[in-house]
């Protein structure tokens, strides 16, 4: 709430002669601030829909955010109440955005609600400008500061400030489906690292950049973890962003999904990779091992090529935080980060990791290979299979890299 005195000299014409009055008018508020116009649906990251309702209310600790598309504009609404003993019949009011957009002085009616209570809106009414085309923006907090005159424009008041969390889409985001939706941090995660690119190649690449310090964070700057601990279910994008923590499928996902908000189409695009089969001793290679573990002395028997052994009844007991062995010949160490996670789980059968214009991407270690070939020589420390017997699982492994590779399944997310 914003307040100020003002000595108003107010004249008109009146049958031919002119009237003279004196106005103090002490105190303004901003009540609310609707947005319209070709606003986006923004999904909460809890899964209980999307938000709706004014989009800033005054007295709102958190006020909602707002997304459009690139070469539209934004559309707002406006409610206030003035606190005097007399007031005009109108009022000039207007609004002033970042980097010159506004919306144009309007007068607008002032009613009287009660004796020295006034109030007066200012219509739904579309900025002077678009935000630039094929732009991606984000404005942490997009301000509009709201004046108003009491002389046609001559001079200008502060009232209230509203502001609101506002995102820019390159193109139209692509079409919801199972796994994608328009959720709050895919936009935020996507719109605050793309931010002022335009072109396809430096909106994915400004996208990536959150991923490289494996350091994720959501649209209220909380962690997203992987494999934190060692033992989760959770499996797709939207039990990521609810619980903050899941396997490989759902940072593919989220990388995915934060270049479909941008409206950028990229078939071919998720990469579920396992172990090519290949068999050992009787056995299928289906394991690997992705750093780093140590490789102590071998006490394995019966296969030369798998001369490593480690057994366990149950691998992650609670509270989930570390391999329970109870032979150990290879031992986890820290290795590759995970996101938000020093190190997380590496003990898998596949791994999901996305593929765009030709590199893969890594989103659960922020990490790129050029080729399929190049990742088990770049990111594992060795190939494993396992088998049960008398209650232990034996799982036997080998640091010879050149012993199998990997195969691919690609779909498109």
Known sequence: MKS???????????????????????????????????????????GTGSYTGIEWL???ENQLPVAYVSGSAPV??????????QAPDSILVRGICPEGMTFEPVVVPVTNVEPGAYTFNYPSHEANTVFESAVVRYFDTFNI????????????????????????????????????????????ISCRNADMNSSETDVIAGI???????????????????????????????????????QCYTFAQLFLACIKIQGIERSNNY??????????????????????????????????????????????PPPYTDYSFITEDVSDEAGLPGQCSPNPSSYFNNHQISKIDGVYYDACYG??????EDIPFEGFSG??????????THARFTNDMEITELRENITTY
Request: with cysteine; aromatic share 18%; charged share 15%.
């Open 4 to 46: 100020f005195s003002l000595l108003f000299i107010f004249s008109i014409f009146l049958s031919g002669g002119l009237f003279g009055q004196n106005f103090v008018y002490p105190e303004f508020e901003l009540l609310s601030v609707d947005y319209g116009g070709e606003l986006l649906t923004i999904k909460k990251d809890n």
């Open 383 to 392: 190939w494993g299979y396992r088998y049960t017997s008398g209650g232990v």
């Open 208 to 246: 990536w950049s959150e991923f490289t310090d494996q350091i994720v964070l959501n649209h209220n700057s909380d962690s997203l973890h992987y494999y934190k601990p060692k033992g989760t279910y959770n499996t797709n994008l939207a039990a990521l962003l609810k619980y903050k923590n899941a």
């Open 271 to 316: 990469v579920y990779i396992t172990p090519r089969t290949s068999y050992v001793c009787g056995n299928s290679v289906n394991r690997f091992l992705v750093k780093n573990w140590s490789f102590g002395a071998p006490t394995g028997t019966g296969c030369a090529d798998f001369p490593y052994e480690n057994t366990y009844t149950t691998l992650i």
């Open 367 to 372: 990490v790129t290979f050029d080729s399929l």
């Open 76 to 85: 707002t609404a406006a409610s206030f109440n003035m606190f005097c003993d």
């Open 145 to 188: 500061g709201w004046d108003v005159s009491f002389d046609s424009g001559e001079t200008w008041r502060t009232v209230d400030t509203s502001r609101n969390t506002l995102y820019v889409t390159k193109n139209a985001p692509m079409a919801r489906t199972g796994l994608f939706d328009w959720y709050h941090s895919v936009y935020d």
């Open 58 to 60: 005054a007295g709102e």
